[in-house]
């Protein structure tokens, strides 16, 4: 396709685990944090654009902390998460603070991105391929091609915590390299006995076998997404909206497409390294894997 995708960063996220607003923790040589290093890596593999989505009560000091880093580098934008944005007809239950979920957030950006668009966590650094096979996807679509859709798939043992459990969307493909389903488990971690358990949606702790692919929420899609995920969400509303807790997961929607028959969605096997910030302990390990990739020449000393 012939214009440059755009970079959706989900950094809305309230970092209640971390303690504190990670999306701003330096964790690179030079200050760098790991939002840096994604939007580095988004520019040198051809992005064009990129638009955060945060929090309003936020919004000041991430502009001047994380965004007008990269102003003299690529386009950036803002858009805003907000509790009370939503279809017509819905209200938000009294007494919910809880926000909607990663499909609400992206939901967010419906006015703001117009073309194929990445979606990636701000505080997940995926690493330099991934988004090498992301631009590969869109740049392989054909003309007017506005439903196509991919994934980035991780082995479930490389994402997961020595200090407390995470979530992930696990997955299963078919023959052609397509995903087949994908369900969101919830406290997924390495129990006594050596095996990984998470908790399913339907309340069940199963075991998940190591090497399986999960979704670490980047996604590549186009434009006609939006469309479905705004049906998506009004069934969810209608669903589960009058829940104080209940979210909107991007898997759920993604799994339902593809069972309903509206979409495929193809698995980009990568070769980066992932790793993540979900607790304060997890920072020493991410400081010292960005120092091993510079090291080995992935990134510079300073990224300029």
Request: with cysteine; proline share 5%.
């Amino acid at each position: 396709m012939s214009t440059k995708p755009t970079l959706l960063v989900l950094a809305a996220g309230m970092g209640s685990r971390y303690g504190g607003l990670k999306q701003m923790d330096p964790m690179g040589p030079s200050g760098e944090t790991v939002l840096d290093y994604s939007v580095f890596d988004a520019i040198r593999a051809g992005f064009g654009r990129v638009v955060f989505i945060i929090r309003e009560d936020f919004a000041e000091a991430f502009k001047e902390t994380v965004g007008a880093r990269f102003a003299d580098k690529i386009e950036v934008d803002y858009v805003f998460q907000k509790l009370e944005d939503l279809p017509e007809g819905f209200s938000v239950p009294e007494g919910r603070v809880k926000p909607w979920g990663t499909a609400h957030a992206v939901r967010a950006a419906r006015d703001a991105v117009k073309g194929s668009f990445a979606v990636i966590n701000a505080d997940d650094f995926y690493g330099h391929d991934a988004y090498v096979r992301a631009a590969g996807f869109f740049a392989g679509l054909p003309d007017g091609d506005q439903g196509s859709m991919a994934m980035v798939g991780y082995p479930l043992e490389n994402t997961l915590s020595d200090h407390g459990h995470v979530n992930r969307g696990i997955c299963k493909t078919d023959e052609s390299g397509n995903l087949s389903n994908v369900e969101e488990y919830l406290n997924i971690e390495r129990e006594a006995d050596g095996i990984v358990r998470g908790d399913a949606l339907d309340g069940s702790r199963r075991p998940i076998t190591d090497g399986t692919p999960v979704s670490m929420n980047f996604w590549a899609f186009g434009p006609a997404f939006f469309g479905q995920l705004e049906e998506a969400f009004h069934r969810f509303l209608l669903e589960a909206g009058t829940q104080q807790k209940s979210e909107c997961y991007i898997p759920t929607v993604v799994d339902h497409l593809i069972h309903a028959g509206y979409a495929s969605c193809k698995v980009l096997k990568t070769t980066s390294p992932w790793f993540g910030v979900t607790y304060p302990d997890d920072k020493p390990f991410v400081v010292e894997s960005i120092a091993k990739l510079i090291t080995a020449g992935d990134y510079p000393q300073k990224l300029s």
